[in-house]
């Protein structure tokens, strides 16, 4: 198993320019999330998904867009990149296991993004 | 809403034990979480406790929940210079339809020789 895979690991982009992460994970896990991470600020969710073509805003999701087209995908698009939104990315999945209720998410090794 | 709050930064000597605090405020938490990162990887859990438990012990970390006082801590014993990374709190609540974690800032815990 792979878990979760992230790519690209890094990018620069000059503002304005539009790129899509992906995030792949083989565990067959419903749920998947996109977060940014800032110093000092921890992990902020942008945006999630509860399963296969269904998508729900985080809490920073302004500037980005997210499609689950295939349970396995998740992408994270950025259509007009902004200096405000370099940061690292990182991609988590996880599968509530009802019977002990945890929700453990597995986390993606991060695509750490510049914008210029 | 729902906050975690954590000190950013701990060192600590190698040998020594190192306490991590955090603190939330959703009353209605179920599940406690404290991940680690290490340097330029992503987030792994460690452990994790459930809301009607007090302590768990696990090898060298011992997770302490004071639900009074909305309270988390981490201690891990003999700390090695292994252990430097940061360490985030996160609450979950259930029932849950989202699997959605609110974090804490994280505490970057320095480990010197």
């Known amino acids: 198993n792979a878990g979760v895979t992230q790519t690209p690991k890094f990018r620069v982009l000059k503002t304005g320019q539009s790129m899509t992460l992906l995030c792949a994970q083989d565990?067959?896990?419903?749920?998947m999330y996109w977060y940014r991470q800032d110093p000092g600020m921890g992990l902020r969710l942008i945006h999630y998904?509860?399963?296969?073509?269904?998508?729900a805003k985080g809490e920073v999701p302004d500037g980005y867009n997210v499609s689950r087209l295939k349970k396995q995908n998740f992408l994270l698009g950025l259509e007009s990149a902004a200096p405000s939104q370099t940061s690292v990315y990182f991609c988590?999945?996880?599968?509530?296991?009802?019977?002990?209720?945890?929700?453990?998410?597995?986390f993606g090794p991060g695509t750490r993004l510049t914008v210029l | 809403g729902e906050d975690v709050e954590q000190s950013l930064f701990l060192s600590v000597r190698e040998g020594d034990s190192s306490v991590i605090n955090c603190t939330y405020t959703?009353?209605?938490?179920?599940?406690l979480y404290w991940y680690k990162q290490e340097p330029g990887a992503g987030l792994q859990l460690l452990t994790y406790?459930?809301?009607?438990?007090d302590m768990k012990q696990d090898q060298r970390l011992t997770v302490l929940l004071n639900k009074k006082d909305k309270h988390l801590s981490l201690r891990i014993a003999d700390t090695q210079t292994g252990d430097s990374a940061i360490y985030f709190c996160?609450?979950?609540?259930?029932?849950?339809?989202?699997?959605?974690?609110?974090f804490g800032q994280g505490t970057t815990l320095q480990v010197k020789p």
């Open positions: 406790i459930f809301s009607n438990m």
């Open positions: 565990m067959n896990h419903e749920y």
């Open positions: 988590a999945s996880s599968s509530i296991s009802w019977r002990e209720g945890q929700d453990e998410q597995f």
């Open positions: 996160a609450e979950s609540s259930l029932p849950s339809n989202t699997g959605k974690l609110i």
């Open positions: 998904s509860v399963g296969e073509g269904t998508t």
């Open positions: 959703d009353s209605s938490s179920t599940y």
